[in-house]
């Protein structure tokens, strides 16, 4: 089992910035990618970044594409997501998730992670 835990949510103006961050605990040692998702209201989950905790690599939704970084610090065992020039679309649920998915670049479906974190709201007021 793996345990991810997001912290980091919150409200904040268009044009402001969020750092979210996820905790992740448990049997890690197979897991080869981290990824972000989110859900609006009303909408499905919509793949926003990964990582391939193989080679590093990175894969971002064109949505996101250069306002979002997807980083890891593996000694502290935590995923970031650092977010900059928030828009009102990007209003969601963020949820974390690990998948065992060894193909770089990292997955992007939502059926390629097998553990996810419970999410953290972000709320951009325009």
């Known amino acids: 089992q793996v345990q991810l835990a997001e912290s980091g949510g919150g409200l904040v103006q268009a044009g402001g910035s969020l750092r979210l961050s996820c905790a992740v605990s448990?049997?890690?040692?197979?897991?080869?990618?981290m990824g972000w998702f989110r859900r609006a209201p009303g909408q499905d989950n919509e793949f926003v970044a990964a990582i391939s905790l193989i080679d590093g690599t990175t894969d971002y939704a064109d949505s996101v594409k250069g306002r979002f970084t997807i980083s890891r610090d593996a000694a502290k065992s935590t995923l970031h997501l650092q977010m900059n020039s928030l828009q009102s679309e990007d209003t969601a649920v963020y949820h974390c998730?690990?998948?065992?998915?060894?193909?770089?670049?990292?997955?992007?479906?939502?059926?390629?992670?097998?553990?996810w974190g419970q999410g953290a709201q972000v709320t951009v007021s325009s």
């Open positions: 448990g049997r890690t040692f197979d897991v080869k990618a």
């Open positions: 998730a690990a998948s065992y998915y060894p193909v770089s670049p990292p997955p992007t479906r939502v059926g390629e992670y097998r553990y």
